[in-house]
């Protein structure tokens, strides 16, 4: 049996987990099948356990990045000679290790090499510019050994493409499933909007406070106070999240609502009447899919992941993310029940090669 490996040590939460265990179900009924023999090389097989998968277990290298780099360039090199031969190597997180594999593949999700960080970061995220910082170097290491790099959108290949000196038909662009519902018409159409939702961690790219000026520009230069902000950060999460709860907790129409599962999330879309998401980078922009379902209004930072995860949106109008002025105008214009910037977002087209599902996915990396 041909052997494949996934290796997922830095896989533990959020949305990189679920790609985790999207690919892992998806090998543990297509390996047997088809005479493919998969080792999961994992933080904690709990995470993602499925029958017909062999389980390599290891937190070492979680605990600092000096453990994880020497895993990935040193101990993933040993562990590939002890399990030889091995046909496909398939990193999910980024790195390309240093390895003994006939085909290497690598999974990018980091765009933090294209965050144009300020010195606001610095104070309250400076592991976040060094990740910007380090994020390109990390890639370099080995990316021409892979046959293919996977990413999620178009705009990210060509950059990565352009970046790397790497043909672009070595980049096979794999959107998430969610991206690729269709909008579809919501039973009752909002005559004014009063309510707004940003959901993010609290971290400083994703800028909240963009919302934040935006909201204390509508009450005190165009006097509207029938309106309500709720954005995802409770006020003690870290030195950020400190700052904007410090600065604007007295202005009564923001929300400071803190996390909320999943399910919660979902009964807070159906209540909000629009979307806000200011982030200044993302691979994705989960919560944009997930809204522009419901053929909301949304407002988006005008950047190229925003772009591409709000194709076939109808109700999407763009702001500069630096931009409060901008961004209250379009909140003002929208609680007033003037729609005329809200726009249908065009599709984008995928070059090949590109892959829908999980089986389109390994049937390039495979043959």
């Known amino acids: 049996m041909k052997k494949i490996v996934i290796s997922a040590v ?32 994992v ?6 356990d499925f029958p017909n998968i062999e389980y390599i277990e290891t937190t070492w290298p979680k605990k600092r990045w000096t453990n994880r780099l020497w895993y990935e360039y040193v101990s993933m090199n040993r562990i590939s000679k002890e399990i030889s031969p091995v046909y496909l190597w398939f990193s999910l ?90 909008a579809i018409q919501s039973n009752s159409k909002i005559q004014k909007v009063k309510s707004f939702l940003f959901a993010g961690s609290p971290n400083s790219h994703k800028n909240f406070e963009v919302i934040c000026k935006a909201s204390k520009i509508l009450i005190e230069k ?40 999943k399910g919660m999330l979902m009964e807070c879309y159906n209540k909000t009447d629009c979307l806000i998401f200011p982030s200044k980078i993302e691979s994705w922009g989960l919560p944009i899919s997930e809204f522009k379902i419901s053929n909301k209004p949304i407002l988006l930072a005008d950047l190229p992941y925003a772009h591409e995860t709000a194709q076939d949106s109808q109700l999407t109008a763009f702001f500069h993310p630096d931009d409060e002025q901008q961004l209250a105008i379009l909140m003002k214009e929208l609680i007033e029940g003037d729609f005329h910037q809200l726009k249908a977002v065009p599709s984008i087209e995928i070059k090949e090669p590109k892959a829908t599902n999980w089986l389109q996915l390994f049937q390039l990396l495979l043959n």
């Open 222 to 261: 165009y006097h509207i106070t029938d309106f309500k902000v709720k954005i995802t950060v409770k006020g003690n999460e870290n030195k950020y999240a400190e700052w904007l709860y410090k600065n604007w907790k007295n202005i009564a129409q923001i929300d400071f609502m803190g996390f909320i599962p």
């Open 10 to 41: 830095n896989l533990v939460e959020a949305g990189t987990l679920a790609i985790l265990r999207d690919c892992l179900a998806f090998l543990s009924d297509f390996a047997p099948k088809h005479g493919y023999h998969v080792t999961a090389i």
């Open 43 to 48: 933080f904690k097989r709990e995470l993602a």
């Open 93 to 182: 997180h980024d790195t390309s290790p240093t390895v003994k594999a006939e085909r290497q593949a690598v999974y990018c999700h980091n765009s933090f090499s294209f965050y144009r960080w300020k010195m606001h970061d610095v104070i309250f995220a400076p592991k976040i510019v060094l990740f910007a910082l380090m994020t390109k170097y990390i890639y370099k290491t080995n990316i021409h050994q892979n046959h293919y790099l996977v990413v999620q959108q178009e705009w990210f290949r060509k950059a990565l493409s352009q970046m790397f000196d790497l043909n672009e038909k070595r980049i096979i662009v794999s959107p998430p499933d969610m991206a690729l519902q269709h």
